[in-house]
């Protein structure tokens, strides 16, 4: 069975530019998460949909990160414009609702913005 | 203060060895706890829930302390597959989803 997909995995761009990272949850998850890490912060959760509704986007750093799902197959996270700081790797995870505490995440996507 | 505390280690160990993590949490209302494991530059993934009373799989223990707001990871004959960073999550209340902290390394060594 597939897991989390994120796409794409590796973005290197440069400051100014817009960045979109795409994740697809596990078919009949419906609670998706964005993740953001880093060295210095560690696995900070950025914002959370249950049923394609956002329900917790207190994590998300500020006006240039926006994140949408769509339909329970998709969600993005933009950045725009980028910034050097934000250099992390981005992980997407999915869960059911009921037991989202176990969540699978993806592979991640390594974003380095120069 | 972080809502999730751990020591980074490295804890580096023989292999056969027993280790121990411990990890606080500074949210008396945390309902439920767990262990998760990263390899590096890998997603993290579920390795064990952490019950009232404690709970064990294997070579992993899992123990949880509310009076004192810490909850363990004991990993018995520990084998080279262990290493990883140990990442131990709080799950908050009300509309606050999952807080991890910033992980254990361990590394076993032959």
């Known amino acids: 069975d597939a897991g989390v997909i994120q796409s794409p995995r590796h973005e290197v761009t440069e400051m100014g530019q817009e960045v979109t990272l795409r994740c697809k949850p596990i078919?009949?998850?419906?609670?998706l998460f964005w993740y953001r890490q880093t060295m210095m912060r560690g696995l900070e959760l950025l914002i959370y949909?249950?049923?394609?509704?956002?329900?917790?986007d207190s994590g998300m750093p500020e006006d240039r990160f926006s994140a949408k799902m769509p339909n329970a197959s998709f969600s993005t996270l933009k950045i725009q414009p980028s910034e050097p700081r934000d250099s992390a790797v981005y992980f997407c995870?999915?869960?059911?609702?009921?037991?989202?505490?176990?969540?699978?995440f993806g592979p991640g996507t390594r974003l380095t913005v120069t | 203060r972080k809502e999730v505390e751990q020591d980074p280690g490295p804890f580096n160990v023989p292999e056969g060895a027993t280790v121990a993590f411990n990890c606080t949490y500074s949210?008396?209302?945390?309902?439920?706890f767990f262990w998760y494991r990263q390899d590096c530059r890998k997603e993290p993934k579920l390795l064990m829930s952490?019950?009232?009373s404690g709970n064990e799989d294997g070579r992993f223990t899992a123990q949880l302390n509310r009076a004192s707001q810490y909850i363990s990871l004991l990993i018995r004959d520990s084998k080279l597959s262990d290493s990883a960073t140990y990442l131990c999550?709080?799950?908050?209340?009300?509309?606050?989803?999952?807080?991890f902290g910033s992980g254990t390394r361990l590394q076993v060594q032959p």
């Open positions: 995870a999915s869960s059911l609702v009921r037991g989202y505490y176990e969540q699978y």
């Open positions: 078919s009949g998850h419906n609670s």
């Open positions: 949909f249950n049923n394609n509704v956002p329900i917790d």
């Open positions: 949210n008396s209302a945390s309902q439920s």
């Open positions: 952490v019950y009232s």
């Open positions: 999550v709080a799950k908050g209340t009300g509309r606050r989803a999952l807080t």
